[in-house]
């Protein structure tokens, strides 16, 4: 029973965490078309904020949940300007060139910390289940990911920047001739997917660890999730976590966490020829 | 819109001579340390000239080139650990991933999956094959005499012997003429199969797959087609690297070994053969410049070179400079200079 129990929370650890780190990706690719690679680094520069202003005294709460997330979106706010504003319409392009700054990031900051790994302590304590136990602070990353979500959902939903972002994603044209200027729109949505991983960057900085090339274990699994979710935002990228990460925490828990990994790949492989639109494409037609 | 791919003569022709004159010539000049050095830039050539197949001329996104390039280094490794002589090897090597990719492609364009999702499904395969090579370092994973070793990788693998006779091992001197003849040997193959009929078939399929299907090639073979030519040639580079290294590990499946491919045909040029050449052994050439004393950190090189010419100069060094020169000639030149294309 508690054996039961512990594997049901590890499962939905494991979707949550997949989760929020594919949310800043997803908004980024779904709303934008715009394939950002260097997703990882936007995540690793978030841990960063997090790991040296925790250094320098900063609440560890506050560094995780505030200033991750804004050191993200400012530094993404910056590569929309710089960098992306260019390749709109060109999907391979955006790839390639976040491709570059990828390894651009991942140099420059090795260059400035240095290739050491920083860490912060993990916050609180472990929750006993019987003979198990498991880190409390995973039911945080539960509960942020919960809120995150909820939050999107509504912001996208019910307000009318959300509405207005979503139409610019359709029909910039329109947006234009309405008054409103989908350049701004653009940098802004490009701001917040950023926000969004450098808040997760900041959250898994405790359990990860932070070195420049972080970012790499995530962006692949990021990468393959939201593709697989397809254009819903919410709905396709939430299932496409929830199976991969049932799947790849399943097969973990009866080989290693390599294979556990591998597999979630294979799954991949398996969903796309399957559904070659995504899971958007076939269940959540138009939905966020 | 000028057309790529098409056999130039005068240029191939002036490649090729470039090539085998660098074969001939160099082991003369330079000394070991600098042929040792271009032996690998130049299987590395070979490597962005699978992907220019692929990619470039089959317009077929491959982000797992690695996958290949690194299953034909393991599949050389084990068989000639095991066989002691390495003219079957290499060619197993070359079929094996050959057979792979037909299996691969087939799930993938059969299925008719969108340019993008072939991306991550070959993104995925080299991913999965990372995984695994790095998982197998416990001794029950071998193949006939030939342990896996995990993360450790393989050590001491036997290089290339002259065919059929197992006591005559190249020379580095002469694996660097051998890597440099079958750097010619596919640049040419290239060249000959983007100017036959089926490569302009390929050409027709990358540039608009609709209209292709519609005058009545099945477009799904094509891509399938060019896709196992690329892929075998990448199997083909693998084993040439391992000849190189003498050593393989798991990284040879890693993100960054595909991205590198990548940045070399950005660089030089992805709608021509010689770019990624030139791609290859520039690029190469600067990160181990880089890395020797320096305060710049490569990837920052790197990636700062990815980001501005995909921004500024998408079409790479090589057809800018060729454009860029043609027009000059038509502006300044004699009279009427002739259409090349």
Known sequence: MDLVLILTLQGVVAIATILLFSIGLA?????????????????????????????????????????????????????????????YG?????????????????????????????????????????????????????????????????????????VLARATMQNPEMIAALGYNPRRI??????????????????????????????????????????????????????????????????????????????????????????????????????? | MPQTFAPRHAGTLATSVLILGAAVVLPQTLGLFTLLQ????????????????????????????AAFFGLGGYTYAVAVTNFGESTLPILLAVLVQALVALCLGWFMFMGRLSDLYVGVVTLCTSLILFNFANSTSDPWYRIGSAALNGFNGMPAIR????????GALLSPVQSFVLTMLALLAVYLLCKTIAGSSWGRVVAATRQNPLRAELMGYDTARVKLGIFVIGSAVAGFAGCLFVNWNGFVSPDVFGLSMSAQIMIWMIVGGRETFVG??????????????????????????????????????????????????????????????REVN
């Open chain 1, 90 to 162: 060109r999907l391979i392009d955006t790839l390639l060139a976040t491709w570059g700054l990828s390894l651009f990031t991942v140099g420059v900051v090795t260059m400035i910390f240095g290739n050491t790994t920083s860490g912060v302590p993990t916050p609180l304590g472990t929750l006993r289940i019987g003979d198990y136990g498991l880190g409390q602070y995973n039911l945080v990353i539960v509960g942020v990911t919960l809120l995150v979500l909820a939050l999107v959902a509504l912001v996208l939903k019910r307000t009318s920047a959300g």
């Open chain 2, 276 to 337: 990624p050449i030139v791609g290859a052994f520039a690029l190469q050439a600067l990160v181990s410049r880089l890395g020797v004393g320096s305060e710049i950190n490569a990837n920052v090189v790197l990636g700062g070179l990815l980001m501005i010419f995909v921004v500024l100069v998408p079409r790479g060094i090589l057809p800018t400079v060729r454009d860029g020169l043609l027009s000059l000639g038509r502006k300044w030149g004699p009279g009427k200079t």
């Open chain 2, 159 to 166: 290089g290339i012997n002259i065919p059929f006779l197992p």
């Open chain 1, 186 to 288: 653009y940098a802004a949505t490009f701001a917040i997917g950023s926000g969004l991983a450098g808040l997760a960057g900041g959250l898994l900085a405790p359990l990860t660890g932070v070195i420049p090339a972080m970012g790499v274990a995530f962006v692949a699994k990021a990468f393959i999730t939201v593709i697989s979710g397809g254009a819903a935002v919410i709905l396709g990228t939430g299932t496409a976590a929830a199976i991969y990460g049932v799947i790849s925490q399943s097969v973990t828990y009866v080989s290693t966490s390599v294979i556990g990994e591998a597999s979630l790949f294979l799954a991949a492989i398996i969903l796309l020829r399957l559904l070659p639109n995504g899971f958007a494409g076939r269940f959540f037609k138009g939905g966020v």
């Open chain 2, 38 to 65: 271009l032996t690998v830039y130049a299987v590395m050539a070979i490597l962005a000239l699978s992907l220019s197949i692929t990619w470039g001329l089959g317009g077929v996104l491959c982000f797992g080139q």
């Open chain 1, 27 to 87: 908004i980024i690719f779904g709303m934008m078309r715009v394939i950002n690679l260097a997703h990882g680094e936007f995540m690793m520069i978030g841990a960063y904020g997090a790991v040296k202003s925790h250094e320098a005294g900063l609440n560890l709460w506050v560094a995780m949940l505030v200033v991750a997330p804004l050191v993200a979106a400012l530094f993404g706010l910056v590569v929309e300007r710089v960098l992306i504003r260019h390749l």
